[in-house]
């Protein structure tokens, strides 16, 4: 079956490439038609190119570059470990200067549909040397005997040359494999030999690096075949890559990876997907972690003598993240994937100057500078949040800056109001203040956020603008609104199907997303992932207006985290063994309940005609879930999409996943109690007090649904901030009132009020009480 590739180019932010088709029947030897990814372009290509050209005399002696002192660091047996010294500069290391960057995003449509590439003769291999079996009674001789002399022969044999390598780990030394589905590698003898390496004498060690060397040397120049493909695979995989005193070669490996031909890439990245979703994900992310680690080490070296300058050698981190998204991609083609798309993010790149990576990225076009932006699935949500903030404070800069400078041209007196985002609204007239005063003030949008509840004196220090937030989201959802529809199977909310004449308010609740976006405001909100991936379809707003928005790809699997039951059903319809039209006597047809009337839309032309059978019941399934999760609601997401846009309109976005949005949004469901404890401020208590330590010993005791409903009742939401539990601000006050009385919140301030109770029992029992029973009280 064809299969999406998407795998970003190093020039690319991402690069998306389509399907391979299936293999041709009885021509094993030819070519894969394969789709191309999208090419870096001359001017992209260039920079590893000339790298390549360039630096090869350096390549020549890089045996040499591993001197004695390196030799020192190989006998260490045990690997390097990831070390971070203490960064109080950043602007003070080495700068990363390397050759590649374009800005253009390229869509999954833009690819044509097939390319061929000449097929190049597999060349004569050697006889396999040894079986899996043969080589275990070698290494369990050496137990008894303690000569290392046959194994010593076979690495020394095997890792002499593309074509040794081939001839020991093919399944078949005689067969081509010419196939994306197979690599033809014997995976448990790879692993096997891989799992015996690193407890070998230190001299076979450095036979195995130096026949890698030697191998390296041989191949960098002339077309590229399967075998050769095969090798790189192999040799990708080697535990000795975790030592630093190893990186000369393993760079030099990555960089011959990463210019390699974008068909060849499409090889690697389906012979990963398939090897390690047969086998041990363990060993994936062991890939992923030392590919991370090399990029860390190479910004921030422990030791900066075991590395050639950053001069020399910018080219280690382009060739890393290449071959990382390689990986990445092959990830994402797994359902479910190998490991969590969190697995892929590079902590260190916390510590750098992003915006300057984000400048780069903005600003270069098709120009030779390399920005990790161009390979945003190693950036975590932390760091993407932070983009995304300054971005958005270097907007409301400018745009507060020009409305001072439009006041003092015409000599007016400049009124400090002109700097925020004014909100003054009637709490009884919530939504249609709301919606009057952003529709009047759409110019303002970008500035900072700040809320006046019209009759109630006071400043707005965050506390107003997070009760506007927590307010009017309630009245929206409110399922007596209408506008959204609660689904109690996935406990999440989804568009009303519903016509109407005017979509402006849910164009209102995509501005409320974007400011909560905009202001770092965490929202109790509860849509389905498939809403965000909605919502980024396209992530920029496109300039040509009869361009749909908010349309994308969706399954049964979108619909079942909406609606599980139909999900089920269709699943059903699916996988019917008997006679579909037959027993189901459905045709494509879809009905639905509007104001008490049922209504019928044909999924296609004469659809009321056309009979499900078991031959069309694909389409139908897919066609209903394009109508339900699309087409039905597509002026109500429409009007969501761009008013959540015309606040959040960054390219910054194009960074983000679908799932990354959400956490922006709605914070992260991951809970860290101890962390909250850490960073708890007190008012009227200390944390020794006996009150304090008996409401932790009880808190860090519950459950994780009465650890949620504590945080509800306390900040509103039952969700994490992306900064983690510290961003909260939590504070726990003393509340002078009798210990008959229940702990009383104030969400706005994150705050929680607590009595002296005198005892623990009492205090749990208060706590619970209060947690479970909060809904309807309304909000303090």
């Keep these: 079956m064809s299969e999406a590739v998407r795998v970003p180019s190093p020039a690319t932010p991402l690069v998306v490439a389509a399907a391979a088709p299936e293999e041709r029947k009885g021509k094993e030897s030819e070519r894969e038609k394969l789709p191309p990814i999208v090419s870096a372009g001359a001017g992209a290509t260039a920079g590893l190119d000339r790298g390549a050209k360039g630096q090869i005399s350096t390549f020549s002696s890089f045996i040499s570059a591993v001197s004695p002192k390196k030799e020192a660091a190989e006998n260490r047996s045990s690997p390097a470990h990831l070390v971070f010294p203490n960064i109080k500069n ?7 200067c390397v050759d590649v960057r374009q800005k253009q995003r390229t869509s999954m449509d833009a690819s044509s549909s097939e390319m061929k590439a000449p097929v190049l003769p597999e060349p004569i291999l050697p006889i396999q040397p040894k079986t899996v079996k043969d080589f275990q009674e070698d290494v369990e001789k050496v137990k008894s ?4 002399k046959a194994v010593h022969d076979f690495y020394l044999t095997t890792f002499d040359s593309f074509p040794e390598l081939n001839a020991a780990f093919k399944k078949d030394a005689t067969a081509s494999f010419n196939t994306i589905e197979d690599s033809g590698i014997n995976a448990k003898f790879v692993n096997a030999v891989y799992d015996t390496l690193l407890n070998t004498p230190q001299d076979v060690q450095k036979t195995v690096l130096k026949g890698i060397i030697n191998s390296l040397l041989r191949e960098w120049k002339g077309p590229r075949t399967k075998d050769d493909l095969r090798a790189y695979f192999i040799l990708l995989q080697n535990p000795q890559f975790n030592n630093t005193s190893t990186y000369v070669i393993y760079a030099h490996l990555l960089r011959q990876i990463a210019t390699l031909v974008e068909a060849d890439h499409h090889f690697l990245v389906h012979w990963f997907k398939k ?11 062991q890939l992923v972690e030392r590919l991370l680690q090399f990029i860390s080490l190479r910004l921030f070296p422990a030791k900066p003598e075991e590395f050639p300058p950053i001069t020399k050698c910018s080219w280690w981190i382009p060739s890393a993240a290449k071959v990382l998204a390689l990986l990445n991609t092959a990830n994402n083609l797994v359902h479910p994937p190998l490991i969590p798309y969190t697995d892929f993010y590079n902590s260190t790149l916390d510590h750098i100057d992003l915006m300057e990576e984000y400048h780069t990225w903005q600003n270069f076009g098709n120009s030779h500078r390399f920005s990790f932006c161009q390979y945003p699935f190693v950036i975590s949500v932390a760091a993407k949040k932070i983009i995304i ?22 000599r007016q007196r400049p009124d400090m109001n002109i700097l925020f985002l004014n909100m003054k609204v009637r709490r009884t007239h919530l939504v249609s203040d709301s919606l009057d005063e952003l529709t009047r003030k759409r110019a303002d949008l970008k500035k900072k956020l700040k809320v006046t509840f019209v009759g109630e004196a006071g400043l707005d220090m965050g506390g107003l603008t997070k009760e506007w937030f927590l307010l009017l989201i309630r009245q929206i959802f409110h399922p007596d609104y209408g506008m959204f529809t609660y689904h109690k199977d996935s406990h999440c909310h989804w568009f009303s199907s519903f016509k109407c004449d005017n979509y402006s308010e849910f164009r209102l609740v995509g501005i409320l997303m974007g400011l909560a976006v905009y202001n770092s405001i965490t929202l109790d909100i509860r849509f389905p992932p498939c809403c965000y991936k909605k919502l980024l379809s396209p992530p920029i707003i496109p300039s040509d207006q009869n361009i749909p928005v908010g349309i994308c790809n969706v399954t049964v699997d979108d619909l079942c985290q909406i609606m599980p039951e139909l999900a089920h059903g269709l699943s059903e319809l699916l996988s019917h063994e008997g006679n579909v039209e037959e027993d189901f006597y459905s045709t494509f047809q879809v009905f639905q309940e509007e104001f008490g009337i049922i209504k019928s839309y044909n999924l296609k032309p004469g659809g009321d005609k056309i009979s499900v059978t078991n031959q069309n019941r694909k389409e139908y399934v897919q066609l209903y879930t394009d109508f339900l999760l699309n087409k039905s609601i597509y002026k109500q997401f429409a009007a969501f999409y761009y008013g959540f846009h015309s606040v959040c309109a960054s390219n910054a976005l194009m960074l983000l996943r679908p799932e990354e949005v959400e956490i922006l ?25 006996l009150t304090i330590k008996y409401f932790w010993d009880v808190v860090l005791g519950f459950p994780l649904d009465l650890q949620k409903k504590l945080l509800h009742f306390t900040t509103g939401s039952d969700r994490v901030p992306v900064g983690g539990m510290a961003d909260l601000n939590f504070k726990i006050s003393k509340n002078e009132t009798s210990t008959n009385c229940l702990p009383v919140a104030h969400t706005c301030f994150n705050q929680l009020c607590l009595p002296p109770y005198k005892s623990k029992k009492d205090l749990k029992q208060k706590l619970i009480i209060g947690i479970s029973n909060s809904e309807g009280f309304g909000l303090e």
């Design 90 to 96: 950043v602007r003070e290391q080495p700068p990363v």
């Design 145 to 148: 005997s303690g000569d290392w």
């Design 389 to 410: 903030q300054r971005d958005s404070e270097q907007q409301m800069i400018n745009i507060a800056r020009q409305s001072l400078v439009d006041k003092v041209s015409r």
């Design 665 to 689: 949004v709605c914070g992260s469901p991951d809970l860290d109690m101890h962390a909250l404890q850490r960073s708890t401020q007190y008012d009227g208590y200390a944390k020794t007090d």
């Design 275 to 285: 090897q390690y979703s047969r086998l041990s994900q363990k060993r994936f992310k």
